[in-house]
């Protein structure tokens, strides 16, 4: 018999920690001695958790695509407003201080955001429309860090190509005006140091300081600026410029909305991307839901099912139970002899399970790879998700055990007697 082998190590330690141990070894020495069962629910549980992972992987791989799309592409957390409104420096500092705004600055009038850029590897003179920028700009990502003097411009990829000039080039820009009576041109040399991808902006355009921007508009508007030593009028209190407009991003995709609905609360009227957000997002809830249900289903049909034979397996060998008692072990402690035994079912079900996820998560990515991007995979699954994983198929193993546990403590020792 198993029983009398299994007693013949020697445990240190005293009181119900020894016992404790001696027992989880007989569990131990039963559980491999019987290892065809053993392996069968091992299989059985492997067979339930891996499609669960695989489903779980495609879930998370196609759905995080999208939402890295959606996160990745600046215009979608944009929230435009509709037509020109008057909006001075408080009111823009204040929508920037709101905890869902990522990025925010004015935008002078379309009237004064022009510039004429000559190059000298063009013969053509481009007019490009000058866009505020600055470090952080969403839209230009980590190029916008570049600007850092109110000469240095990143030009669109449309306006370099036909001033035929990459970073590290100077070009010339001039902006012209009607000043008493007389037209006059100024000119800045202006350093090229980035070139934005075609997706940015497909026009021809001139990324450059908010500071660059309010000298054209004051210029065009007859005053004087310093900066650049235009004459002109004297200028007014910077306090009192109002702007026509703004950029404005929100800092994730759930501050779309709100932030949305707090501009369109102050009478301001807005278009966003937020349907297509709310598209993807609402797939992604629905999708979750589908899953943790057939998850509980698999998991609790399991549950029962070795809740069953591990009632059955204790009934089997109530004899050896029953003797156990009469060595000494206590009610309490011959609970753990099948919930230790649910345990090591659990966690070979899921070593096994996820090899047979990484194994078919493979061949998936392989198989889509030419349909995906660099980086991206359409079955994907993080640590947390195997850890989360592990943790509710040891609660399930448990539980399932626990009735098993009770029984397996209700036998009496004298049960053992009377079959000897």
Known sequence: MWMVVSLKPSFR???????????????????????????????????????????????????????????????????QTVGAGRFDKPWIEALRQRPETGFVIPKTRS??????????HAPDIVAVELV???????????????????????????????????????????????????????????????????????????????????AIESFKDGIAVETFGWDGDEPQSESTRLYSGFRLYARSLDDVTQLSRYMQDLGLKVRTRSEDIEIVQGMDRNLTMIFWVVAMIGLTGFSVSLGASLWANVDRKQRDLSMMR???????????????????????GWA?????????????????????????????????HFALALLLTLAASVVAAALAGLRAARIEPAEGLREV
């Not at 072990?329 to 345990?343: E, N, R």
């Open 326 to 348: 009469l060595v000494g072990f206590h009610t309490g402690d011959i609970v753990w002899y099948p919930v230790f035994q649910s345990v090591l079912t659990a966690i070979g």
């Open 111 to 120: 009237l004064s955001a022009s510039l004429d850029l000559k190059s000298d």
């Open 132 to 214: 505020s920028s600055a470090p952080g700009d969403p839209l230009l990502g980590e190029l916008a860090a570049a600007l850092k003097a109110p000469t240095d411009v990143i030009l669109s990829a449309a306006a370099a190509d036909k001033l035929r000039v990459r970073a590290g080039d100077e070009i010339d820009a001039s902006v012209a005006r009607r000043f008493h009576g007389k037209r006059q041109r100024e000119h800045i040399a202006l350093n090229v140091v980035g070139v934005a991808p075609p997706s940015v902006n497909r026009r021809e355009a001139a990324f450059m300081l908010l500071e660059t921007a309010e």
């Open 352 to 384: 096994l399970a996820v090899a047979i996820y990484f194994g078919v998560s493979k061949g998936i990515n392989q198989l889509m790879a030419s349909q995906l991007r660099p980086g991206e995979e359409v079955c994907k699954l993080v640590p947390e």
């Open 13 to 79: 330690g005293s009181g119900s920690m020894r016992r404790l141990r001696k027992l989880l070894w007989l569990s131990w020495r039963d559980y491999v001695n019987e290892w065809q069962m053993s392996g069968c629910f091992v299989l059985a549980l492997a067979a339930v958790l891996g499609p669960m992972l695989i489903l779980f992987g495609l879930k998370s791989g196609i759905i995080g695509n999208m939402l890295d799309q959606l996160v990745n592409n600046p215009r979608n957390l944009e929230i």
